[in-house]
């Protein structure tokens, strides 16, 4: 799992905003820790996908509430 948070770490250290990353990244601790063992149907980890999602709100330039709002949706 960590792979996926360092992507997310590294999405928003590259984003235009000033970001509250350690907000941002304790969202994503507590859906990776509310889905922990959970799969996809593909097999997948579950937090694999708002993990993306959180990624793309980044790279788009988004606020810090969106990006928490991917991760935890």
Request: hydrophobic share 40%; no cysteine.
């Amino acid at each position: 799992m960590q792979e996926y948070k360092k992507s997310l770490f590294e999405a928003i250290s590259n984003s235009p905003r000033n970001l509250d990353k350690d907000k941002i990244m304790q969202a994503w601790d507590f859906a990776n820790l509310a889905h922990d063992g959970q799969k996809r149907k593909s097999g997948e980890p579950f937090i694999v996908h708002p993990t993306e999602t959180a990624i793309i709100t980044a790279s788009w330039g988004l606020d810090g509430s969106a990006i928490i709002a991917a991760v935890l949706h």
